[in-house]
């Protein structure tokens, strides 16, 4: 037998030595007994204090602010992930009242800019965005609409802005490639803008016999990358040349 051979036998026993071993002697009494788990954690679990009293039970006592967050963008949002555990409160007869988030800091952590948050998900800069100023200055947290509906695509779209500002198409308003209604700036994920979905938009200024400034690069639309589509070659934000 080649010594390779060998040696990898050996190292295979020694682990299916050690899987047996650490089965039989560390592995808890009930794992497995209701899946890949250890079903006595049910038992162990259960038996924590409660701290969470769920949102209907808050409902019960501030039905107005109920009424204004069911009609909100926060209306999926959990009373306690803002103010906390409410049972102490409740049982208390309110003489124990949780936190009411009031500072800067709080807010961005769903709504600063992050690039793997969902498109649409309405983001800031926290150093450029009504600097120093708490949020609620300017939102009602129960209803966070926004004072004035946003003029610009880079107040949600950062990411695409910054990309699209440093490319030859920095100069071209985002409504002319992408038909926008005004409802998509109130209800972003509701209403959305819509995309080309043939050459068409790009032979305008691109086709050999576009009527557009010299400096812009000419293609015969009809040939070129075909049977592809523009965009599966060149990223419109930032539309370089592939040679």
Known sequence: MPGQIRRLLIVTVLLLAVFIVVRKYFTPKTFGEQGHYRAAAIDSIASLPMKFAGHQRCDECHSDVEE???ESFHRNVNCEACHGPALDHIESDAEILPPAPRKRGYCPLCHEYNPARPTGFPQIDPIAHNPVEPCITCHNPHAPDPPHTPGDCSACHASVSRTKALSPHAPLDCRECHRTPEEHKVS??????DKPVSPDLCKKCHDKHADSPKRIPRVD????????????????HFPETNK
């Open 68 to 70: 204004t967050k069911s």
């Open 188 to 193: 972003p994920r509701r209403i959305k803008p």
């Open 221 to 236: 639309v009809t040939t070129h990358g075909q049977p592809y589509l523009c965009w599966q070659c060149h990223y419109p």
